[in-house]
């Protein structure tokens, strides 16, 4: 059974990427995690005469709150799309990033379907603060998802690659998932202007008898802007989903996490896995 973790601050960016989640996977056999995680506060004393919260435990009464909310929301979300999965809701105290980790830790989490941005992140950032550390922390595979994207089915995967990582069959796991529900097409797109390297080649076969059962197309494209080359192609050939592998001094890092932000913004018009490398 999958475990998908869906963390939610309530607002409309988590949510869309919530309901994208649960059309991705509502054939599958799979359980949900619905997260909601409340940052340390201090009320103020006039504050706490003015609810009558004085003497009283306010964060258990916050965590209370939430939770039925949270319930409330998961309930409902399940029900709209016809969901018949298991599901549960957590609330937390602490910091998200934090918070997520331990989560799938504590329950095995495969994967992490998530906004792009939360409720309090500027327009102009691409990733926001929470879901950037939450991918550099390496500790499943991740989701993002734009907002206001609406589900459309996938139809074809974007694999773009330096092949320079000895792939793992755990890298390709998340991938061969999505390709059985959907029966979708993948691309491997390789960029270079060296062309491939001996060990690359090796790499690449690597690829193939991993996708052997699924329609897939191999490019390799000589030019030196990653970032403009990818939008590109993905325009050209339609992907609904843009995959990547972090591994630490890639061009992974290069490409999403340097001061590239206007040709990075392009990319993030459809949802954005990462697999941990």
Known sequence: ??????????????????????????????????????????????????????????????????????????????????MEQEFEVEVVKGFLPDRISRAVSDNDIDLIVMGTKGATDSDRVVFGSNTTQIINKRCCPVIAVPDDYEFAGIENILFPSDLNLAFKNKHFQPILK???????????LHISILGLTSLQRIHKEFIKETFTDYNTTYDILEEKDIADVIYDYQQEHKSELLVMINNKHTFFENLFFKPTISKIAMHLQTPFMVIPA
Do not use: W
């Open 1 to 82: 059974m999958l475990s998908i973790l869906l963390p939610t601050d309530f607002s409309q960016n988590s949510e869309n990427a919530i309901t994208y989640a649960l059309e991705l996977y509502k054939n599958e056999d799979c359980k949900f995690h619905f997260l909601h995680c409340y940052p340390p506060v201090i009320f103020s004393y006039e504050y706490q005469i003015e609810k009558g919260l004085i003497g009283k435990d306010i964060h258990k009464i916050l965590q209370e709150e939430s939770k039925e909310r949270l319930y409330e929301f998961a309930l409902s979300s399940m029900r709209k799309y016809g």
């Open 178 to 188: 999505i390709l059985k529900l959907h029966k979708s097409n993948i691309k491997v």
